[in-house]
């Protein structure tokens, strides 16, 4: 991996051809840019948390004027359907930083129960220089649930994209600077994940690093901490979700299917919260699954720019060799293929992989436990609720699941036992602003994102232990 800046030529891939090029930043780079934070930081740290807000709260105005320039970049570069980008990542992208920029001066600290001889007081502080290393699957919607709370609460961020999708959050660093933001408090930084990743992760004066991505990086990440300052590291590493149909399931009609295929297979499956495995109800099993087949195969493969296109190219050609191998492992070891599992040639140049529906794939084959980052399901019957949780819970990821059932003991029942940090019944969904995320077991740990809990992730607390020598009758 080459340690000096270089050049970097970005092809999409809906088709291979270069849409840009991109500068990477080395380790000297790095350091010369936490420098910059580290001087930025005193400042930002103590202006009033509303005139922070006011910046941001204009940053997001600015991003809403360029939202058509940002979707187009992300579809571009990411390869995501346009219609998803216009549609979700940039509305939920601005949506983050407006709201975090509206709770900026919203979050007080606290006092504790004491007797009257004292007084606890807890505030929370800002951590100073601090890093984000974002994945390329929302690239721009993960940098601004990590640019939000960090900017709110008085912190100056270092953030890497990924290399496969710098331009629109360089673009979100231009219209930063536009908003007025001083210089060092946001500085994107791209390049390789082993050098300007590592550089992050490894130095001494970033003192918090917040990751989304795989668990090799997340790894990596952790002992660059480990080896350079302890720095605060908060990981949020993928998921094997599962979808659990319990007997009632069919009486939510069609609905029930356009949910489970966007969950399968929005962003072609590139989706931390994918739910790759399907549990249904032994009695409903064989509706239910010829009915998702269909819905599965109404999807439209297609061009990502093409505003009709609902499932856009893989990444590259890795992802997609790599789904077609988990697949076809299965089948040799007994599964059934419904539908799918080849590459269909779309658009010369890119990779494109239909919708895929595996039944009775065995239980240690890689589609039923690696998160394969692909438009692959399996799809398995239950008998007993005990069986679909065990079942559920058969993996080492903990990030989101759903449930479907009218019955709301059943689904409540279903919902409590699965061990998953977002469980939505009778929709797809990870909540809104407003809630918290983040993975149970090997998704990750370190703090969620989203909410007002995503201020405890970048924060300090401080408790103040004043004797008032009050003397109580
Ligand atoms: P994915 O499989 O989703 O591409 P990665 O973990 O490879 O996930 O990448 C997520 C982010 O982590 C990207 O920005 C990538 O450049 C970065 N990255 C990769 N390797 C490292 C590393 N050793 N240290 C820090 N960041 C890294």
């Keep these: 991996m080459p340690s000096h800046p270089e050049l970097i ?52 105005r600015l991003m809403g ?17 346009v219609t998803d980008c216009v549609s979700g990542d940039v509305p939920s992208a601005i949506e983050a930083i407006r709201w975090f920029a509206e709770a900026a001066d919203k979050v007080s600290g606290s006092v504790a ?43 100056c961020l270092l953030l890497k994209p990924a290399e496969a999708t ?34 992050l992760a490894e130095d001494p004066l970033v003192r918090a ?8 990086t997340g790894r990596q990440i952790l002992a660059g901490a480990a080896a350079s300052n302890f720095k605060r590291v908060s990981l949020e590493m993928g998921g094997k979700s599962p979808q659990i149909l319990m007997r009632d399931a069919l009486s939510f009609g069609e609905e029930l299917f356009e949910e489970m295929a966007v969950s399968a297979f929005l962003s072609s499956g590139q989706n931390c919260t994918a739910g790759s495995r399907v549990y249904v109800d032994a009695a409903i ?21 093409d505003p009709r296109t609902q ?18 492992d299965a089948v040799t070891r007994g599964a059934a293929l419904l539908t799918g599992g080849a590459a269909v040639p779309v658009v010369p140049g890119g990779h494109y992989l239909p919708a895929t529906v595996v039944a009775n794939a065995p239980r240690d084959c890689a589609v039923s436990q690696e998160e394969l980052f692909a438009p692959v399901v399996t799809v398995s019957p239950f008998r007993e ?16 699941a759903s449930v479907w059932s009218r019955d709301v003991d059943t689904a409540l029942r279903v919902a409590r036992r699965v061990e998953a940090g977002v469980v939505s019944v009778n929709c797809y969904s990870e909540g809104d602003i407003t809630t918290p995320f983040g993975g149970w077991k090997q998704s990750g740990f370190g703090g969620a994102e989203k909410s007002l809990v995503a201020f405890d992730q970048w924060t300090l607390p401080k408790v103040t232990w004043l004797r008032t020598r009050i003397k109580e009758d």
Excluded: C
């Design 9 to 60: 030529t970005l092809r999409r891939p809906a088709d291979g051809a270069a849409v840009g090029t991109y500068r990477t930043v080395d380790e000297h780079g790095v350091r010369e840019a936490v420098a910059v934070a580290a001087e930025a930081a005193p400042a930002w740290a103590a202006l009033h948390p509303r005139a922070r807000g006011e910046l941001m709260a204009e940053l997001a």
């Design 65 to 81: 004027r360029d939202a058509e320039l940002l979707a187009r970049l992300d579809s571009e570069d990411g390869g995501k359907p």
């Design 113 to 155: 129960p004491t007797d009257g001889g004292a007084l606890g007081i807890t505030t929370r502080h800002p951590i100073g220089v601090v890093a984000a290393v974002v994945p390329w699957n929302y690239p721009l919607a993960m940098a601004a649930w990590k640019i939000g709370p960090a900017l709110a609460s008085g912190n």
């Design 166 to 199: 710098p331009r629109s959050v360089q673009h979100l660093a231009a219209l930063a600077a536009d908003a007025g933001l001083p210089t060092g408090v946001l500085t994107v930084l791209p390049g390789h994940g082993a050098v300007t990743g590592r550089a």
């Design 209 to 216: 690093i917040s990751f989304t991505g795989s668990q090799i």
């Design 285 to 305: 099993f064989d509706e239910v699954v010829q009915r998702f087949v269909t819905a599965a195969e109404k999807l439209v493969l297609g061009d990502p720019g």
């Design 311 to 328: 499932m856009g190219p893989l990444i590259n050609r890795a992802a997609l060799e790599r789904a077609e191998a988990a697949v076809s």
């Design 385 to 400: 609720e005990d069986e679909v949780i065990a079942l559920a819970n058969d993996t080492e990821y903990g990030l989101a």
